[in-house]
Structure formats: structure tokens, C-alpha cells
């Protein structure tokens, strides 16, 4: 092999709906340009992750060790090694542990030469990693690292494509606080034990879903950030903000940025802000106030959207 196979997976984030898609509404998520990409080159299964201070082996005992070996077996691969170039964070709410397997799974499929011109190869052994990552995942995160698209996720029909007539540029707040999905989602349980009415602010979070969907196809990003504005409300109703994602959403807004919310399971992890025009404002608000961010795009699809870029050449 006289070059690096190259793979690459998006990270993602949740526009609107999460923690209403555990209770069956829609959430709307997008697949970001930000991600991982991981080379493979001859080895002995070994894969490292600088950005992450992150080294492991297939099937050693870490949970990386364990789905690296689930990847590359799923795909004949063990004669390689990988280097991952991370331009997400882990462990902060926006998909990294799916845009490593979906970029690892792609480098292992080249390097080997297996036809996969569906991809369903590469999305079994993206499968076989997550499960190792989450369990039980619910398979958002693994199709927004893969398409690197918008869109629309239910327990009943699964992911489902959303048209972007534009594409935008977002804000990616990092609060420094790891998330733990697992404690937030059983924290959202018990408030529903004792508080019925949190069922009606999750439903109300699916109804958002719908208003999002509808801002995308049209290229409405003004109405897409009121709705950014109110699912945090919604989801900080829910206990599931924190003073460090309050402080980020707020400085967001100070900084220009026309809607902010916490996304992912909360409680920690990221904000993402809509700032058409003051996205570097908003990196400097949050760097001044001691965060860190990056920006990353959101891109336009869908039929309208081709025929939009077909005009403008």
C-alpha cells in the first residue's frame, strides 16, 4: 500500500428533540462537517486518537480496544493500524464515538478492497461499535456520522432525510462538563414520575421537531433560531441545563447569535448557536468567558437545494 486508506465520519448534532424521542415524538439532528478522519496504514490493530490523549488495541479490555476489534473483524482488517485526526471532542454530546467508528469502518474497508457500494457493510460494522459504545443505541447518531445530512429520527421510523434549502454556518459551544446520556435520561423519567405534566413539554419538544423541519426546507434560519430559543426553555424546564450551558446560550445571544440551545442529553456537553454574520463574535464572547467552540457547517440538501446551486454557477 503505497498511501494511507482514508476514512471519514461527521459528528453530529441535536437540532430539537432531544429526550422527546425517547417518549416517541421526532427529533431533528444533522450531521456536521466536523468530524474524525482515520488513516490506516499496514500494523497489528492499533489505533490512536492524539486529540483525545487516546491509544488502544483490538480487543484489549477498553471499550475502544473492544469495538476497534468488532470493526475490524466485521471487515477482515486486523493486519492494519490507524491514526485518527480529531476535530470534534469526545464525550461532549456531538457523536464522536459514531464518527470514529464510521470513519474507522471506512478506512478499514478500503484498505481491504471490499466491495460495499450500499454501504451496508460499513454500516453493520458501525452497528457492532456503537453497541459496544451504547449499548442499545438508537442508531441517530450512526446515520447523521455517515450521511453528514439532515435528519429526522423516531423510535417508529427510524431516520428519515430532511431537506436544507441552505446551508448555514453553526456555533459549537463546549461547556467542559462531560455529559452522561444514561443519568439524564433516567433523571427525565423521574420527573415524569412526579411532575405528569413534563409529558406535555416533551410533547411540545415534538412539535418543535415539526416547526424545525419546516424552517429547513424553506431556508428560514431566523425562524429556525426562535425555535432553538424555546427548546432550550424547554429542555432547561426539564432540569437538564446546567450554569455552564445557561452561560453559553446567554452569551450567544449577547454576542448576535439569533437562537442558542443546549444539545445532546445535557446536564453538560455543548450549545449550538445560529449567528448568521457574528459567528466569530460568538467564539470570542465564549473564549473571553473562559469556553471553548468551533464552527462547522450544515449543508444544503435536497431537490430544491441542487436546483438553487444549479442557478447560482
Same mark, same amino acid.
Given at each position: 500500500m503505497t498511501a494511507p486508506a482514508r476514512g471519514f465520519g461527521h459528528g453530529k448534532v441535536i437540532l430539537v428533540g432531544e429526550h422527546a424521542v425517547v417518549y416517541?415524538?421526532?427529533?431533528?439532528?444533522?450531521?456536521?462537517s466536523a468530524g474524525v478522519a482515520v488513516d490506516a496504514t499496514p500494523g497489528a490493530g492499533r489505533l490512536r486518537v492524539p486529540a483525545w490523549a487516546l491509544e488502544a488495541a483490538a480487543g484489549d479490555d477498553s471499550a475502544v480496544g473492544r469495538a476497534l476489534a468488532a470493526v475490524l473483524d466485521r471487515?477482515?482488517?486486523?493486519?492494519?493500524?490507524?491514526?485518527a485526526?480529531?476535530?470534534?471532542?469526545?464525550?461532549?454530546?456531538?457523536? $464522536?464515538?459514531?464518527?470514529?467508528?464510521?470513519?474507522?469502518?471506512?478506512?478499514?474497508? $478500503?484498505?481491504t478492497g471490499q466491495p460495499d457500494d450500499d454501504g451496508a457493510l460499513v454500516a453493520a460494522a458501525v452497528s457492532d461499535a456503537?453497541?459496544?459504545?451504547?449499548?442499545?443505541? $438508537?442508531?441517530?447518531?450512526?446515520?447523521?456520522?455517515?450521511?453528514g445530512a439532515v435528519g429526522r429520527f423516531s423510535r417508529a421510523d427510524g431516520w428519515r432525510p430532511v431537506p436544507v434549502l441552505q446551508s448555514m454556518t453553526i456555533c459549537v459551544g463546549l461547556s467542559g462538563r462531560p455529559r452522561d446520556t444514561a443519568a439524564q435520561v433516567a433523571a427525565v423519567g423521574r420527573l415524569r414520575d412526579r411532575l405528569p405534566a413534563a409529558d406535555a413539554v416533551l410533547a411540545l419538544m415534538g412539535r418543535l421537531a415539526d416547526d424545525a423541519q419546516g424552517a429547513l426546507a424553506c431556508g428560514d434560519v431566523d425562524g429556525l433560531g426562535r425555535i432553538l430559543d424555546?427548546?432550550?426553555?424547554?429542555?432547561?424546564?426539564?432540569?437538564? $441545563?446546567?450554569?455552564?450551558?445557561?452561560?453559553?446560550?446567554?452569551?450567544?445571544?449577547a454576542a448576535g447569535a439569533i437562537g442558542a440551545k443546549l444539545t445532546g442529553a445535557g446536564g453538560g456537553g455543548a450549545v449550538i448557536a445560529l449567528a448568521p454574520g457574528h459567528e466569530r463574535d460568538v467564539l470570542a464572547r465564549w473564549r473571553a468567558a473562559g469556553f471553548e467552540g468551533f464552527l462547522?457547517?450544515?449543508?444544503?440538501?435536497?431537490?430544491?437545494?441542487?436546483?438553487?446551486?444549479?442557478?447560482?454557477?
Open positions: 416517541g415524538h421526532a427529533a431533528i439532528a444533522a450531521g456536521i471487515l477482515g482488517a486486523r493486519g492494519f493500524d490507524f491514526a485526526d480529531a476535530r470534534i471532542p469526545s464525550r461532549a454530546g456531538v457523536g $464522536s464515538s459514531a464518527a470514529l467508528a464510521v470513519a474507522l469502518a471506512r478506512a478499514a474497508a $478500503s484498505v456503537e453497541a459496544i459504545f451504547h449499548g442499545t443505541p $438508537s442508531g441517530i447518531d450512526a446515520a447523521a456520522a455517515m450521511s424555546t427548546a432550550h426553555g424547554l429542555l432547561a424546564a426539564l432540569r437538564l $441545563s446546567s450554569p455552564e450551558l445557561d452561560a453559553l446560550v446567554h452569551d450567544a445571544r462547522a457547517e450544515i449543508a444544503a440538501t435536497g431537490p430544491q437545494a441542487d436546483a438553487r446551486a444549479e442557478a447560482a454557477r
